[in-house]
C-alpha cells in the first residue's frame, strides 16, 4: 500500500502509555489532522514517525516498506515543530536553502523556490534579516517555509501556525493545504484549532488519552461521533449533555435546541455572545448550563422553554460512553419530563 501506514503503534515510558495500539492510514496526498486535548499523544505520534523517539510496539510503513528501524535521517521526513529551530546567524534566505544548497540543488533553482514560498509565507521585505531581527510569526513562518523546500517523502507539521495571528492563518491556510497535498505525499498535522483542522485537512484523526477514538471526515466526526468523547469535543460551541437517565445520557448540539411553547424545558438566559451571523445563548436549566443559537437580529426573552426534535438527539451509554445504535424518541421525552419535575 502507498502512503504512511500506522499499525498498532505503541509508545510506553517508564510504566506510563504515551500511545497505545494507533491504526492509521495516511494516503498520497492526503492531509489527516490529529486532534485532541493537551497530552493525548499527538506529537508522540509525529516523533515516532519521524523516528525520533523509540516505541514499544507495532509498525510504521511508508509506500508499503518498514521504516519502523530506520535512522531519522534517512526517513525523509519533513518536519515543523512549534520551535522554531533557526540558525541565528543565517538570514532568512539562507535558513531557507541550507538544505537545498547540502543536496545540491543548482542555484538557479534554488532562487526560484525561494521566491515562491518568500511570497507564499509573505516574507519578502525580510529575506536578508536574521532570526533576532524577526517577530515570533516570521521566525515559525521561515520554519514551515525550510519544511516545504525540501520536497520530503512525508510532511509532519506539529502546531506549525500556532504563533501567526488570526487574519495570517486565515489568509495562509488555503494555499498551505494546496502545498501539503500536490506533491501527493502524506501529510499528518497537529492541531488544538478545530477551524484550522476542518480547513487543511481531509480526514480527523481524534486522540484521548494516547488512544484513537475516531478518524473520519469533519462533517461525518460531527454528525456521527462514535462516542461522547469525540461528540464534546468537535463542534463548537460545544455538545449540550444532559443528565443520564435510565443508564444513558442524551446530547443535542447547540443549533438543534430551539424554543417550544410548551412541554420544554425551562431555562433563563443568563448572557449571549454575538458570533456574527449569529448569537450563542448561555441558558440556565435544570440539566445545568445550556448553549442554544439564536438569530443574531433578534432579543432573546430573558425565560423560555427550551427542546429539540427527538430524531436530533444522540444517545450514550452512561458507563462507557459510547454510541448507542438508535436514540429511541421516548427517550427525549422522558428527559424533559424529568427536568420539568
Known amino acids: 500500500m502507498r502512503g504512511l501506514q500506522l499499525e498498532n503503534l505503541t509508545r510506553q515510558v517508564g510504566g506510563q502509555t504515551l500511545l497505545e495500539g494507533v491504526d492509521l492510514q495516511v494516503a498520497p496526498g492526503e492531509c489527516v489532522a490529529l486532534l485532541g486535548p493537551s497530552g493525548c499523544g499527538k506529537t508522540t505520534t509525529l516523533r515516532l514517525v519521524a523516528g525520533l523517539d523509540p516505541f514499544s510496539g507495532g509498525r510504521i510503513l511508508l509506500d508499503g516498506n518498514d521504516i519502523s528501524h530506520l ?36 542555484a538557479s533553482e534554488r532562487e526560484e523556490r525561494l521566491t515562491q514560498i518568500l511570497t507564499l509565507l509573505q516574507l519578502e521585505d525580510v529575506r536578508q534579516r536574521r532570526p ?3 517577530s515570533g510569526g516570521q521566525r ?28 495570517l492563518r486565515e489568509e495562509l491556510r488555503p494555499e498551505l493545504r494546496r502545498l501539503l497535498t500536490s506533491s501527493g505525499h502524506p501529510v499528518l498535522y497537529v492541531t488544538h484549532d478545530q477551524q484550522e483542522a476542518v480547513g487543511l485537512a481531509d480526514r480527523i484523526a481524534v486522540l484521548e488519552q494516547g488512544k484513537l477514538q475516531q478518524v473520519g471526515a469533519p462533517q461525518e466526526l460531527h454528525r456521527n461521533p462514535t462516542n461522547r468523547f469525540v461528540a464534546s469535543f468537535i463542534g463548537r460551541p460545544a455538545i449540550n449533555l444532559f443528565p443520564a437517565l435510565g443508564g444513558r445520557q442524551l446530547a443535542v448540539r447547540p443549533e438543534h435546541l430551539h424554543p417550544v411553547e410548551s412541554d420544554g424545558i425551562p431555562a433563563k438566559v443568563l448572557r449571549a455572545e454575538w458570533s456574527g451571523s449569529q448569537q450563542v445563548l448561555w441558558l440556565e436549566s435544570g440539566a445545568g448550563l445550556l448553549r442554544m443559537l439564536w438569530p443574531v437580529n433578534s432579543v432573546a426573552p430573558q425565560r423560555l422553554e427550551v427542546g429539540w426534535a427527538a430524531e436530533e438527539a444522540l444517545a450514550f451509554e452512561e458507563r462507557s460512553g459510547q454510541r448507542l445504535p438508535r ?3 421516548s427517550w427525549s421525552h422522558d428527559l424533559i419530563r424529568s427536568l420539568q419535575e
Open 71 to 106: 535512522e531519522p535521517g534517512l526517513r525523509r521526513v519533513g518536519m515543523v515543530f512549534q520551535s522554531y529551530a533557526l540558525y541565528p546567524h543565517l538570514t532568512v534566505a539562507d535558513n531557507l536553502t541550507l538544505g537545498l544548497r547540502v543536496r545540491g540543488v543548482p
Open 132 to 134: 533576532a531581527q524577526l
Open 140 to 167: 515559525q513562518r521561515v520554519a514551515l517555509g525550510r519544511a516545504l523546500l525540501r520536497q520530503p517523502r512525508i510532511m509532519l507539521l506539529d502546531e506549525p501556525m500556532s504563533n501567526l495571528d488570526a487574519q
Open 327 to 329: 436514540c429511541e424518541p
